[in-house]
């Protein structure tokens, strides 16, 4: 089907009869003037007769194509030729890596989708998953089912997003339907066919697993374990937990189905922990779970001899600081100037306490850095500070994190090496029953480590989603009736004016070639 | 078309013309120089010394020539008659036409050089020599005279002829009526014609003496340095003919102008005219001179 963006200019073409008719004179043969023509007359070509029209001169066909290239081409023709675009959406979710008869769902469906496709060779296709919509593949080749299927997983399936679905194309689902989130969202959308897979209904997979410091003892560790029943059945599992040292715990459940068991566990401080759940299923990515609990290990710090008995003692009170006595294999060192083990502290952390005089209260109102959260504030501000040193004035590159007054008292130094806590704060307070140093310490810890030490919790967890496995059929559901096929438009413009500017170049040649035949002959003629 | 420059035309200067007068006395010192076959000129009555006889008066006579004792014995006006000595004048034709001009018009300029060098020639010995150009008709005439003022007349008359370009066709013919008296002919031409102008030469050897065709020729006539589809016009009638230029029509054209050129020569030995085919690169003076003690010989 052929269109014209401005149809007007289609009277261009009325230039071809006009063309055709200005040539009727005859070809423009050079005119060579000889002394008589009876020497000539057996050389005659086979011309008009007496009377007839002599035949017009070729040139015409060439300038009445470029008249009418350039006449079609400023109409600006366009073509929509049928073609059947495709959109692929693959639910790239975990479920759809449960193992099936034949493979897992993801690799079944594909291969359905892909003997689909083979039925239609001119069918522009391309391919999206639901878990990152806005990657786009072209075509369904193995390459690409191989990449499909390698990064599956990940993340749990959305709604395509509603500038991604083209109404110029169709849009097909491979799904398992496990998600009824994402069926509910996407009924809507209204997707012009969907491939289902999957058949089986059993699942129990790992949900969560949590660590965290004992609050009693230090070297120990606090487990939780989330299990889900994804299926249709009741399940009933073992999990395991253990640890490089070995297996902590192992523990039986009965879960119902889409019920959710949690298991509890104390193990000594190791840095990963994994869970396992006994036996395995279709499912066999969540039957496993890795957690890293390598933050939560207690971190060394080297204890400067000479600072106050209060902050040696909050040093050792700090549930997660274990005050080493080799400085060199630390992870922070507190001065309080003293000068052992200096040269050995450059390039780790540090905290320094300035203890230059006598304390004193603080005078002023506390000025916090906006750097440092509500609840820290807070814990402080409740004390009766007082200072025991004078800091210098914080430089171009350093961090003010409190001041009385015109008075820093905490400022964060930041030069080439590891960052410097400085203090001018006293570590005794001079209330007894509220004692500063602990608060301090660690407040000055978490600034001079960026963490929250106290707080930690290390989490390994997957969308409770994930371990559902139960195909719907509410996914065909969704499917409306196929749509209207797209129409691939192309627009000849460029082509046509290219061809006219070769014309017009061939015509330009043809003339430069006949100015130079007719300038020889002249001047033949002249000599 | 591009305009010949005739402005060119260099006469011969005195010292070639002199050696040639001196070469060509001895071939021209009869008066009667015929060609083989001419036929015997009888006495004629014409304008001379010599009395011949008389005749009655007829309007356009001349008084002087009135014969007043026989007019009063006759009672009617008679003249006398004199013998004719138009045997001793010459008449040089020159092709005036379009054709002698083309190719640089090297045609004309050694048509030009052969009539200045035979009106010399011819004055030097006594002669009375005329000149008459010719194209359409006639387009210029030089009466006949002797002596060297009546050949710088010619000259100044030769150096004001100019062959038109286009348009001009040849008419030998028209020149006969021009012709009085006996007298002999020289006609400088291509002789590009239908018929060589075959006819045209009978007309004017039936009113002369002794008939001379030099045929100017050019090699570059049918040497053209175009090729391909071409639109050949004729300088003369200006007729157009579609033609393939390529070196089988130049061979072809080539072929026809020689045959044009044997048919001339056959034409002339049997009306016994003496013919000469001029290609212009060959000297003028070897030409005529050959042409004349060809004549000559003949005789």
Redesign the interface.
Known sequence: MLSFATPAWLLGLLLVPAIRWLHRGGAQLRSVPVASLALWRKTATAGPSAGERRPPDPAWRRRALAAALLSVALAGPRSAAPVERITLWVDDSLSMLTRETDGTRLETGLAKVAAELDSRPDAEVEVRTLGNPWQRQDGLSSETIAALVRDAGQREPAAPPAGLLHADRRHWLLTDGADAEFLEAAAGIGFSRVFPVGELTRNAGIVRLSARRSLGDRKRLDLELEVSNGGDTAEERIAVLSTESGEVTRASMTLKPGASATLSAVTPMASAVQARLEPGDALPDDDTLMLDTSPLLARRVAADPACPAGILAALQAHPALSVMADAAATDLAVECGGTAGTADLEGMPRIRFLLDHAPEPVEGPLTWSSNVSETQRGRLDSLALRTSGRLAPPGSSDVLLLAAGPMPLIVQRRGEGAPLMETALAADSADRDRPVAPLLVGFLVDQALSTALLDGVAVAARDERSVKVVPRDGAAGTAKAAGTSSLQTRDWTTPLLVAAALVLLWELASLLRRWRRERVEAEAWSS | ??QPDLNATALPAQAELQSFARAAAHLLAERQVRAPGMRVVKRKAGVGIQHLDHRDYRPGDEVRHIDWRQTARRRRPIVRQFESESVSDWVVMLDLSS?MA???AAKWQAAARGTAAMCYALLELGHRVGLLAFGRGVRAECPRGRGRAHYAGIIRRLGSLRPSP?GEPSDLGACAPRLRGDASVIVFS?F???DEMRRDLAALLERCTSLHALQVGQAS??A???T??????????G???????DA??VA??AA??AA?TRRLRAFCERSGIAFTAWDVQRPWQQTLIEHLARARSAC
């Open positions: 078309m591009a054709s083309v190719h640089g286009t291509d590009l014609a239908d006539e049918t053209l340095s175009v391909g589809e071409a639109d050949l016009v004729d300088v003369e009638t007729e157009r003919l579609a033609a393939r230029l089988s029509a072809v054209a026809e102008r044009m």
